[in-house]
């Protein structure tokens, strides 16, 4: 007979053991981490408040999840033009299309969840413990929205719809983009493209006199020449103040923005997350040209975030280059995987990368609120088609 599932609960991450949290992370759930929790909630990113949940059978740990409450609008997903023209409106009435919502998930764009379930056969019944300690947050906190994100449409079809039992919407978000690892080589890789691409590639790399990538790893000596370097490093040029002042100039053409992050939570997560934390930048004498935050552990590496400097970003394709330094870095370190996230779909499909949709679960206990989203959810939450690319020559 099934034990019964217990539940203990935390205000800060700082009251919970590191090697606690982490112990029943597989070492692919980086944004579980108790280091990227930490540099969070210490960066009072979007002013979110969080709960760390534990959930045991005895004394075995076999489950964790984050909730995090914090303010979003509604018209996130509907594109520039209707945002500026909502933007407008909340400048007379602040609270138009705004809500505060709980979440099981981060105040972070990521298209990954923040609940871990170690054994399946424990699944309904911890997804039962997280929605009732969610229901009474909400009365204790006065909200009335509840949100479960992101998932991975394998993970989110049969296997998490039980979270719509309790009224829950079930809603596309932005798809994820992962790059399969199997060549030995840049080279290698360059071969298997199929020539359109494979130019492309070429044209970019040519304008800053490179074949192939060259990474650098940064030297306290070394010297700043006056042509491009691709250099990777922990802060030592691109700073935290630096990475966010390229990362404003990507988030105001941005369509769509859950949050956008603070200074801190840079400081936070470089300090926080190394050696596993590297940036790549496109230094030219001296300054920072755009600069890529990248997580590598085991046999995956993911592009997190990336800041850029658009004035000269056509003349030396600064995005395109640390795109293709970053596969280059994944190829040497021999992973299998490069998560690429959830933006720019054409210039990582170009690369190779194959998107995966991803869900999330949303629900209101204002009835009008609740039919609204019923009623709207594929304006509110449209769903991105994106056409396939046939980019290697064995497709």
């Not at 979007?46 to 004394?59: P, V």
């Not at 997280?130 to 009474?136: A, F, L, R, S």
């Not at 679960?361 to 509110?380: A, C």
């Amino acid at each position: 007979m099934k034990k019964a599932v217990s539940i203990s609960t935390y205000t800060s991450i700082h009251s919970i053991d590191s090697l606690h949290w982490d112990s029943i992370l597989s070492g692919n759930e980086f944004f579980h981490q108790h280091a990227f929790l930490t540099s969070m909630e210490n960066a009072h990113v979007m002013d979110a408040t969080f709960r760390y949940l534990i959930f045991y059978e005895g004394k075995t740990i076999i489950g964790s999840a984050v909730l995090s409450h914090f303010s979003i609008c509604l018209d996130l997903f509907l594109g520039k033009m209707i945002q500026i023209l909502f933007d407008k409106i909340r400048k007379l009435l602040p609270g138009f299309f705004r809500i505060n919502i709980l979440f099981c998930g981060l105040p972070i764009s990521i298209g990954k969840p923040n609940i871990i379930i170690k054994n399946n056969l424990y699944k309904n019944e911890i997804i039962d413990l997280v929605i009732d300690k969610m229901e009474t947050l909400c009365e204790e906190e006065n909200i009335n929205n509840l949100c479960f994100k992101e998932f991975l449409q394998y993970e989110s079809s049969q296997d998490m719809d039980y979270i719509k039992k309790y009224d829950f919407i079930r809603a596309p978000s932005l798809p994820y983009g992962t790059l399969e690892i199997k060549w030995n080589s840049f080279t290698d890789y360059l071969s298997s493209l199929k020539h359109h691409y494979r130019n492309l590639i070429k044209k970019s790399l040519k304008k800053i006199n490179m074949t192939t990538p060259v990474l650098i790893e940064y030297d306290p000596a070394m010297e700043q020449p006056e042509y491009p370097q691709l250099i990777l490093e922990n802060g030592e040029l691109c700073s935290h103040r630096i990475f966010h002042s390229l990362y404003l100039n990507v988030m105001e053409r941005a369509e769509v923005k859950l949050e956008v992050l603070n200074s801190s939570f840079f400081k936070e997560l470089i300090r926080n997350m190394k050696p596993e934390m590297k940036i790549l930048s496109f230094v030219l004498n001296g300054r920072v040209l755009g600069a890529a935050l990248i997580h590598s552990k085991g046999e995956k590496m993911t592009f997190l975030l990336i800041g850029l400097d658009y004035t000269k970003n056509r003349c030396y394709d600064v995005y395109f280059n640390l795109i293709y330094g970053i596969i280059s870095l994944a190829i040497k370190e021999g992973c299998k995987y490069l998560d690429m996230g959830q933006t720019s779909h054409f210039i990582k499909q170009r690369v190779g990368s194959r998107f995966i949709p991803v869900h999330f679960y949303i629900r209101s206990k204002n009835i009008l609120v609740q039919t609204m989203l019923k009623s709207f959810k594929t304006i509110l939450f449209p769903e991105v088609s994106l056409p396939e690319l046939r980019v290697f020559r064995d497709q």
